[in-house]
């Protein structure tokens, strides 16, 4: 189980995607979260760990980087991704 302060979010993005602007927007104000874009080769190898396969996507992790939560291909609202990040 994770404990609060631990987890982080890892945002999934792609220039094309129409959802993903909100997604960007309601992540904007948290903290630890990374971003990256699954168009280039970096942001696609850790897509690829995640089995990332849509966009936008949020994965939680925890300090050793386990799946926590995710939300894949949609954006979730403000109250449940505060639920996971502080």
Known sequence: MW???TVKAKLFVRENCPKCPAAKALTS???????????????????SFYGV???PSI???DDQDKEVIS??????SREDLAKWLH
Do not use: F, K
């Not at 939300?71 to 979730?76: K, S």
């Open 59 to 61: 994965v939680i992790v």
């Open 29 to 47: 104000r948290a903290e630890n979260v990374e971003c990256y874009d699954v168009d280039n080769v970096d942001g696609l190898a850790e897509a």
């Open 3 to 5: 404990r609060e302060g």
């Open 53 to 55: 396969m849509s966009t």
């Open 71 to 76: 939300w894949r291909g949609e954006v979730p």
